[in-house]
């Protein structure tokens, strides 16, 4: 630090004026500050919006007013009417051509009053992101019998100028639009437009000569006195739902020392999560459209949730596009999501048949959320649909077929376990599908109840049974070397149905530690996830890449058993046959077990060696042999 200079403090003898380019500035905050011109239509409708609240706060006895929209496309021009407060012509000068002076900032803090949008003073700026001139006409209500016209190009300069003053106190702002803008000038699109961004402003917004106003729908939270309240929730949804129709609705309100927001959501009818976040929540600040899509106030999970919020605690940035992520904003989240939970309660509860579409629906995106929220798990643990062999079934319809049980695979579906469990009527539940093999664990532990992951070894001893005595060293050196391929082991086990003499199952983890390991995952997987992943398969030992079961109950091994105890000279054939065998049933069942074509080739091969002492019989050329077809052995 520089000597006598004192913390806080700068030099007198050096103190300068920063200087401020106002074309520059104008121009950047114009033309740069906000996402859309469109955003110019809601700051110039939420100041009208103002001036009604500002003339009812100082002229209590004022007649309710409107607000009237309205465009020329032969003229290019849009304007936006109100009869509110009006300015004087000080006030012109003091706030609208001051940049970052808001007189309704300042009347909220003397009033406390919340209807007040307005906050920085520069929503008055964003006209000229869309017009090439802006022109105002005003009469104040504390000046009825004097009128003025401010007019401004690109927003540096401007002029007022006195003007017979207007049959009542209010504003005209008169909008040139640029050449690049003219499409706004459409009362139809200008509806459209307002209709979203006006739809919770108490004052009445007309576009045109059209008497209904675009803000006319009922707001469901404010009616104090409705014969069916979840009625007019689910038109309010119907309404504002611009992609889907809603399924159910239920009511966001204040969270005592925590949020003032209320508000509704909704269960949209359709997207799921696994492919699709569809999240769709709409964010009012004191009635007037803030962001559009503020879906991340929603939990990520409730990718089928839509909804309108409004709130007058969240501190907005200054474009008033999007928020400060403050601890108001936090304090949101979290309201949302336990009405979502709540919601969901009520509507299993009083709404039976929304709740069974609900759980149609979106039963992938609620296995996910059961997975991270205990009182959801509670919930949907019963009730909510999961992916299996049998066609969606709940986790107490597998448990139940299952002879208390939930079996389930790990791979992608097929391969011999499902084989298996199919013939013996058994569903089993797919694993590879987005939270089910979590959700099933977590239910086990819930219900107490065993759960049979296929695939794995902890399945396949679940399937597999162990021999009535094990097999000595010697024949099972034999058959290990007759039977199995590098990277197989054999298991000798005992299995239904009895007439299966092996079955080749593939490890699962092998399988993903191969898959995850591949140098083209690097292309397939985000890098964060990739690391994560290769450090869980770390672990993974994948020395041994399928188990070969050979069935001991079966009558073909203990017939070729006994041919090798006794030294026959068909049983290194027969082994052969079994070797084939293996490879044929695991090309049908979609794994890799050895070359097909040797494995059919070797079929052949055995079937010759077994029948080598039969005489050859004679083909006719057609694939039947003489007296097949009977005409030759009258």
């Known amino acids: 630090m520089s000597e006598g200079l004192q913390p806080g403090r700068l030099p007198e003898r050096n103190l300068r004026t920063t200087e401020v380019d106002l074309g520059g500035l104008v121009g950047v905050l114009a033309t740069h500050l906000y996402s859309t011109p469109l955003v110019a239509l809601r700051e110039l409708v939420q100041n009208a919006h103002d001036s009604h609240t500002r003339r009812a706060l100082e002229d209590p006895g004022c007649a309710p007013g409107v607000i009237r929209v309205g465009a020329d496309q032969a003229r290019r021009t849009i304007t936006i009417e109100d009869a509110g407060a009006g300015l004087t012509e000080p006030e012109i000068h003091a706030y609208l051509a001051t940049v970052g002076t808001g007189y309704t900032r300042l009347l909220r803090d003397l009033t406390g009053n919340q209807e007040l ?82 739809v919770l402003l108490p004052v009445p917004v007309h576009v045109g000569a059209d008497e209904r106003p675009v803000n006319g729908t009922p707001v469901p939270w404010r009616q104090e006195e409705a014969e069916d309240r979840y009625a007019d929730r689910m038109r309010f949804a119907a309404a504002f739902g611009r992609r889907f129709e809603p399924l159910t609705t239920f009511p966001v309100t204040p969270v005592e020392d925590r949020t003032d927001a209320v508000g509704l959501l909704w269960v949209q009818d359709g997207g799921s999560y696994g492919s699709t976040d569809n999240r769709d929540l709409s964010l009012y600040l004191r009635g007037m459209l803030l962001a559009e899509d503020a879906r991340d106030l929603l939990p990520s999970w409730a990718g089928f949730v839509g909804g309108v919020i409004e709130s007058s605690r969240l501190t907005p940035t200054a474009s008033r596009e999007d928020l400060q992520r403050d601890e108001h904003y936090r304090a949101l989240q979290q309201a949302l999501a336990d009405a979502i ?175 995850i390991e591949d140098d083209q995952a690097d292309a397939r997987i985000p890098s964060a996830a990739l690391r994560l992943a290769r450090a869980f398969t770390a672990r993974t030992d994948d020395t041994v890449k399928a188990r070969l079961y050979l069935n001991l109950a079966a009558p073909a091994v203990q017939q070729l058993l006994a041919a090798y105890r006794t030294g026959h000279t068909g049983s290194a054939t027969a082994a052969g046959l079994l070797r084939s065998l293996k490879v044929i049933m695991a090309a049908a069942a979609g794994s890799a077990a050895g070359d097909l074509t040797a494995a059919l080739g070797g079929v052949g091969t055995a079937v010759a060696a077994l029948t080598a002492s039969v005489p050859e019989v004679p083909s006719t050329g057609d694939g039947l042999t003489s007296g097949q077809d009977g005409s030759q052995n009258r």
């Open 117 to 198: 949008i307005g906050a920085f003073g520069l929503g008055f700026l964003s006209a000229f992101s869309v017009a090439e001139e802006v022109t105002v006409t005003t009469t104040s209500h504390r000046e009825p019998g004097l009128g003025h016209r401010y007019r401004s190009r690109g927003g540096e300069q401007y002029s007022v100028e006195p003007v017979p003053p207007r049959p009542s106190p209010g504003t005209v702002v008169e909008l040139l639009l640029k050449a690049e803008h003219a499409q706004l000038a459409d009362e139809y699109a200008l509806r459209e437009v307002l209709t979203r961004y006006c």
């Open 341 to 515: 939970v709540d919601g969901l309660y009520e509507t299993a509860r009083l709404h039976p048949a929304a709740w069974r579409r609900i759980l149609a629906r979106h039963g992938q995106d609620l296995l996910g959320a059961a997975l991270v929220d205990d009182r959801l798990f509670t919930l949907l643990a019963d009730d909510v649909p999961v992916p299996t062999s049998q066609g969606d079934l709940t986790a107490g319809a597998l448990r139940a077929a299952g002879n208390g049980a939930v079996h389930v695979t790990l791979g992608a579906g097929g391969g011999f376990e499902e084989m298996l469990y199919r013939a013996m009527q058994v569903p089993i539940a797919r694993g590879d599908r987005y939270a089910v093999l979590p959700f099933l664990r977590r239910y086990a532990a819930l219900r107490d109840c065993r759960i049979v992951e296929l695939g794995g070894e902890s399945g396949s001893r679940e399937l597999f049974r162990d021999p009535e005595r094990p097999l000595p060293a010697e024949e099972f050196g034999w058959l290990s070397a007759a039977l199995t391929d590098p990277g197989e082991q054999l298991v000798p086990a005992r299995f239904d149905p009895p007439g299966l003499p092996l079955v080749l199952v593939p490890d699962r983890e092998a399988e993903l530690k191969a898959r």
